[in-house]
């Protein structure tokens, strides 16, 4: 199970953590990824991890602002957002890799069986 938490309502330039609460599984096994989805838009890829917190990959739109970690002591893994843009506005998506110890870093939504209900991120400018 994944419970994505952390959202809320910023200013453009505004920062915000987001956290991933994984249950169920040995996380350390997983990669795990963030996805974001805009209103009347299709859900994108903005980051992603291999299962030991090592390889981290950003979207273009995001790199250099955000940052994805992974803590498997806590079983959570975090999304720091910084100098946020009105067009980051979206409701934010964890995701786990549905195979373990996978070597490449998924980008792909159909490839993603569980998500998170998902936390709303809204920069206002």
């Known amino acids: 199970q994944l419970q994505a938490s952390g959202g809320g309502l910023v200013q453009a330039g505004e920062s915000l953590r987001l956290s991933c609460a994984f249950s169920?599984?040995?996380?350390?096994?997983?990669?795990m990824a963030w996805f974001r989805q805009a209103p009347g838009q299709d859900r994108e890829f903005v980051a992603g991890i291999g299962r030991r917190g090592f390889n981290p990959q950003h979207a273009d739109s995001v790199k250099g602002r955000f940052t994805i970690s992974k803590d498997n002591a806590k079983n959570t893994g975090y999304l720091q957002m910084d100098s946020l843009k009105p067009e980051d506005t979206a409701v934010y998506y964890c995701?786990?890799?549905?195979?373990?110890?996978?070597?490449?870093?998924?980008?792909?939504?159909?490839?993603?069986?569980?998500w998170g209900q998902g936390t709303q991120v809204t920069v206002s400018s």
């Open positions: 995701a786990v890799d549905p195979k373990s110890l996978n070597v490449q870093i998924a980008r792909t939504v159909g490839y993603f069986i569980n």
């Open positions: 169920g599984r040995a996380f350390s096994d997983y990669n």
